[in-house]
C-alpha cells in the first residue's frame, strides 16, 4: 500500500455457519479527495465486534461488495467541513478501510483526556464500555454489595463488566469463558471472585456450583443455555441486563432453545430486559466522568488484544469469533502505539 492507494474490506457474500476468509476481499482504490462539507481521515484503529458477525446475515448494516462499517477512530488529513482540522483526531463508524470521507455529523471528536491511551476509546469508553456500563447502572441497575453473573466474561464487554462492577462495589463477582486461559485472566486480573471455562460441563451447573447462594444481576451477551442458567441462578426480584446472543450467530438452521426455564421469571419476580446501547448514546458523558479518574489513576487497566496491521483486520475478526481474544479486540495500523 502507498500513500495515495486506499483499501477497503468487502464483504462478497453471506456465510452459512462460521465465516471465513473467502467470505471477504481487499479492494483498493485511489485515496479520494474531500468533498465541500467533508473531511478525508486517515484511520488509525478499529474494533471488531460480535455484531459484526449478526451484520453479515443482512444488508440492514452491511450490503455485498461494498465497503463495511465498524467503529474506527482515525486522524484527519485533509479537511473542507467546517469545525474538522488537519491533524484533528475523530471516532466515526465507517471503518474497515484504511481511508473515510466522513462530514462533520458523521465524526465525534476524540476527548483530550491527559493520561488516557487511546486505546481506550474504542474499548473501556467507547461502544463496548458503554454497552457494560449501561446495561449495569440503566438496566439491571446494580446496586452496592450485589452479586453479579457475567457470562463470556474475558470480551470486550464482559471484562469492563467485572471492572466497573467492582468500582460501583459489587459483591461476588462470577464470570463464564472459554478456556482455562480466560478463567485464570478473570480471576487474577479482572478481579471475579470466581469464574468457570462453559465447556467443562452444563452451564447451570458450573454457574450453581461457582455461586452456590445465587447471585442478584447477570448481565448476559450469549443467551441459549446462558440465559437459562442465569434464570435459575438469580434470587428472587433478580435482573437480567441482555446485551447479546453469541450463541446463536453462527445457527445454520435455527437458534437454540429458548431457556426451559423461562417461567421462573414470574415464580421469583425477575425482570429481563434487552437493550440496544445505540439507544443510550447520552449516557457517554455520564461514561466519562465515571472511567476517566479510574484511567488515569490505574485503577481500570485495559483488557485489550491488539493486532498489528490493518491487512490482518479480517483475521483478527475471525480470531474474535474463535474466542481467541481477551479483552476487547482491536486493530492498529503498523507501528502504531496503543
Given at each position: 500500500m502507498t500513500n495515495d492507494t486506499m483499501i477497503t474490506v468487502q464483504q462478497t457474500a453471506r456465510p452459512e455457519g462460521f465465516p471465513t476468509p473467502a467470505h471477504f476481499a481487499f479492494v483498493e482504490a485511489p485515496v479520494p479527495a474531500p468533498a465541500p462539507g467533508t473531511a478525508l481521515v486517515e484511520n488509525l484503529q478499529w474494533s471488531v465486534d460480535p455484531y459484526h458477525r449478526e451484520a453479515m446475515d443482512g444488508d440492514f448494516l452491511w450490503t455485498l461488495n461494498s465497503p463495511m462499517e465498524g467503529r474506527t477512530l482515525g486522524r484527519v488529513l485533509e479537511s473542507r467541513a467546517p469545525g474538522l482540522s488537519p491533524g484533528d483526531l475523530v471516532l466515526h463508524r465507517k471503518g474497515w478501510r484504511t481511508h473515510s470521507v466522513l462530514t462533520r455529523d458523521e465524526v465525534r471528536p476524540v476527548p483530550d483526556f491527559e493520561g488516557v491511551p487511546l486505546a481506550a476509546h474504542l474499548s473501556v469508553l467507547g461502544g463496548t464500555g458503554l454497552s457494560a456500563y449501561v446495561g449495569l447502572t440503566r438496566i439491571a441497575r446494580l446496586?452496592?454489595?450485589?452479586?453479579?453473573f457475567v457470562s463470556a466474561a474475558a470480551g470486550g464487554v464482559g471484562t469492563a463488566a467485572g471492572r466497573f462492577a467492582r468500582l460501583l462495589g459489587a459483591g461476588r463477582l462470577v464470570g463464564s469463558a472459554?478456556?482455562?486461559?480466560?478463567?485464570?485472566?478473570l480471576t487474577e486480573r479482572v478481579g471475579f471472585d470466581a469464574a468457570f471455562d462453559y465447556h467443562d460441563g452444563p452451564v447451570t451447573a458450573l454457574l450453581a456450583k461457582a455461586a452456590p447462594d445465587g447471585v442478584d444481576v447477570a448481565l448476559d451477551g450469549v443467551g441459549g443455555d446462558h440465559l437459562e442458567a442465569s434464570i435459575d441462578a438469580l434470587r428472587e426480584y433478580g435482573r437480567i441486563a441482555w446485551v447479546g446472543a453469541v450463541a446463536q450467530y453462527h445457527s445454520l438452521s435455527a437458534p437454540p432453545p429458548a431457556p426451559r426455564n423461562l417461567f421462573d421469571l414470574v415464580g421469583k419476580?425477575?425482570?429481563?430486559?434487552?437493550?440496544?446501547?445505540?439507544?443510550?448514546?447520552?449516557a457517554q458523558?455520564?461514561?466519562?466522568?465515571?472511567?476517566?479518574?479510574?484511567?488515569?489513576?490505574?485503577?481500570?487497566?485495559?483488557?485489550?488484544?491488539?493486532?498489528?496491521?490493518?491487512?490482518?483486520?479480517?483475521?483478527?475478526f475471525l480470531g474474535m469469533l474463535r474466542g481467541e481474544n481477551v479483552g476487547k479486540a482491536l486493530v492498529s495500523r503498523s507501528g502504531m502505539a496503543i
Open positions: 446496586q452496592p454489595g450485589e452479586d453479579l472459554g478456556s482455562a486461559r480466560k478463567v485464570a485472566h419476580s425477575i425482570r429481563l430486559e434487552g437493550f440496544l446501547v445505540r439507544n443510550h448514546m447520552d458523558a455520564e461514561l466519562y466522568d465515571f472511567a476517566v479518574p479510574h484511567l488515569r489513576s490505574g485503577r481500570l487497566p485495559l483488557d485489550v488484544t491488539v493486532t498489528e496491521g490493518f491487512d490482518r483486520i479480517v483475521d483478527a
